[in-house]
C-alpha cells in the first residue's frame, strides 16, 4: 500500500482553530471507518488522539476532533495551544490485515 | 499503567540482522495484538505488521515479507521483531504498539533506533 497523502506543514495561532487533511483511496480511508491520528512531539512515543475516524480516547481533549469525507480524513485541533506544536500522523485500515500511515504534518503554533 | 518497554539501541553492518524486545507490563499481553511501526530519519511512520500474543499468529507488510519474524514470549510477556538481510535504508525508529479497539493503536513504547551502517 501507498502511504496516506498528509500536507507536511500547518500552522496558527494559539486559540485559532487548523485542520490537517489526510488523503488515501478507496481501498483505505474510503472503505473504513478506521482512521486513527497520533501526535508525536520530538523524540517521544506517538500518541493516540482520534480513532475510528471521530472518537477520542479517555483523556483527549475535545479540542481535538476527527472527520472524513470520501477518500479523505481531516483532524481539526481548536483552541491551539503550545503544547499542540507537534508532528501528527493519520493511519487507516487499508484490509486483508493491512495499515498504512500518512507522511505525518508538523503543526506550528505561532 | 499499560507500558512496553523496549531494548536498546543497536547498530548493525549491512546484511545482519536485528532482534528488538518489547515488554508489557499493567495489561493482559495475550488479549490484544501488537504492532510494529517504524520510522527511518526525516519519513513517516511505516506500519510492519503484527502478532498475536495469544496464537503466535501474525501478519506482514508486503514490503518485509520474507526480511521479518515477529515472535512473542507470553512467559515473560515479551514481543520481539527480527529483521533480517538488513540495508542502510533500515536505519530507523523501531515501535511496538499495542492494538486500541482492533483498529489503532493506544500505547507505543519508547522506540529502538537501529543504525545500519558499514
Known amino acids: 500500500q501507498s502511504a496516506l497523502t498528509q500536507p507536511p506543514s500547518a500552522s496558527g495561532s494559539p486559540g485559532q482553530s487548523v485542520t490537517i487533511s489526510c488523503t488515501g483511496t478507496?481501498?483505505?480511508?474510503?472503505?473504513?471507518?478506521?482512521v486513527s491520528w497520533y501526535r508525536r512531539h520530538p523524540g517521544k512515543a506517538p500518541k493516540l488522539m482520534i480513532y475510528?475516524?471521530?472518537k477520542r480516547p479517555s483523556g483527549v481533549p475535545d479540542r481535538f476532533s476527527g472527520s472524513k469525507s470520501g477518500n479523505t480524513a481531516s483532524l481539526t485541533v481548536s483552541g491551539l495551544q503550545a503544547e499542540d506544536e507537534a508532528d501528527y500522523y493519520c493511519?487507516?485500515?487499508?484490509?486483508?490485515?493491512?495499515?498504512?500511515f500518512g507522511g505525518g504534518t508538523k503543526l506550528t503554533v505561532l | 499503567q499499560v507500558q512496553l518497554v523496549q531494548s536498546g539501541a543497536e547498530v548493525r553492518k549491512p546484511g545482519a540482522s536485528v532482534k528488538v524486545s518489547c515488554k508489557a507490563s499493567?495489561?493482559?499481553?495475550?488479549?490484544?495484538?501488537m504492532h510494529w511501526v517504524r520510522q527511518a530519519p526525516g519519513q513517516g511512520l511505516e506500519w510492519m505488521g503484527w502478532?498475536?500474543?495469544?496464537?503466535?499468529?501474525?501478519d506482514y507488510a508486503q514490503k518485509f515479507q520474507g526480511r521479518v519474524t515477529m515472535t512473542r514470549d507470553t512467559s515473560i510477556s515479551t514481543a520481539y521483531m527480527e529483521l533480517s538481510r538488513l540495508r542502510s535504508d533500515d536505519t530507523a525508529v523501531y515501535f511496538c504498539?499495542?492494538?486500541?479497539?482492533?483498529?489503532?493503536?493506544?500505547?507505543w513504547g519508547q522506540g529502538t533506533l537501529v543504525t545500519v551502517s558499514s
Open positions: 504498539a499495542k492494538s486500541y479497539s482492533s483498529t489503532s493503536f493506544d500505547y
Open positions: 493511519s487507516s485500515y487499508a484490509g486483508s490485515n493491512n495499515w498504512v
Open positions: 478507496s481501498s483505505d480511508v474510503g472503505a473504513y471507518n478506521y
Open positions: 499493567g495489561y493482559t499481553f495475550s488479549a490484544y495484538y
Open positions: 502478532i498475536d500474543p495469544n496464537s503466535g499468529g501474525t
Open positions: 475510528e475516524v471521530n
